[in-house]
């Protein structure tokens, strides 16, 4: 059974159009990482929460934020695409309690395309 | 901050020989956990190997080892006896401070030649 699920696997957006990218996890893990992944390119990361304090990366553009509801729910919202963030977004959990329980679980990702 | 890099882009084995992908760190919190991950071309994400800053022995699960030397910052991943299966892409990737911030290295694409 899949434990961390990112909806939708395939996402076409307009350019500049805002668009959401969801991510549910069953493990109830702490942390909840997001990052955007380009072609042959290592995942850059984007933010991230421990619990409910937010992470962000320093050279993130403002254009990318996220929510965090609860535990199991984490959001990326992209309030306008430009054809730069085509990209497939991870999204990652980890019980962040250090030693091995900070292994990171993946989602199957999603793979943004910008028309 | 915190940094992981890995300095070959590309590699190269032949079948059932065993190769070392490097990979060097650094951070400034004395409690972090290293990782590497594979990439196949399908995009999704392995975990293979992880080695925790106080861990005395280096890691290893079946064909892979974790070559963890602290003083020089690097934990170098081997795969002995490499099967056509292992081409794909290595990520090694650090996690340390209370946030628990996962930064990953550049990666290596590793091919595996019959």
């Known amino acids: 059974d899949a434990m961390v699920i990112q909806n939708p696997r395939y996402q076409v957006t307009q350019f500049g159009k805002p668009v959401t990218l969801s991510c549910s996890q069953t493990?109830?893990?702490?942390?909840m990482y997001w990052y955007q992944q380009k072609s042959s390119q290592a995942p850059k990361l984007l933010f991230h929460y421990y619990d409910k304090d937010f992470n962000n990366e320093a050279d993130t553009p403002d254009n990318f934020q996220s929510r965090r509801p609860n535990t199991s729910f984490c959001f990326l919202d992209i309030r306008s695409p430009g054809l730069g963030d085509a990209a497939m977004y991870l999204c990652a959990t980890s019980r962040g309690l250090g030693q091995k329980a900070d292994e990171a679980f993946f989602g199957q990702g999603t793979r943004l395309t910008v028309v | 901050a915190q940094k992981i890099t890995q300095t070959q882009p590309g590699m190269f084995v032949q079948e059932k020989e065993a190769v070392t992908l490097d990979c060097t760190y650094d951070t400034s919190d004395p409690s972090y956990g290293l990782f590497w991950y594979k990439q196949p071309s399908s995009g999704e994400m392995i975990f293979l190997i992880y080695q925790g800053s106080y861990d005395q022995q280096n890691a290893t699960e079946g064909r892979y080892s974790l070559n963890f030397q602290k003083a020089r910052k690097s934990a170098n991943l081997v795969i002995s006896a490499s099967q056509l299966g292992d081409s794909a892409m290595y990520f090694c990737a650090i996690i340390s401070g209370s946030a628990r911030q996962l930064t990953f290295g550049s990666g290596t694409q590793l091919t595996v030649l019959p």
């Open positions: 493990l109830n893990h702490n942390v």
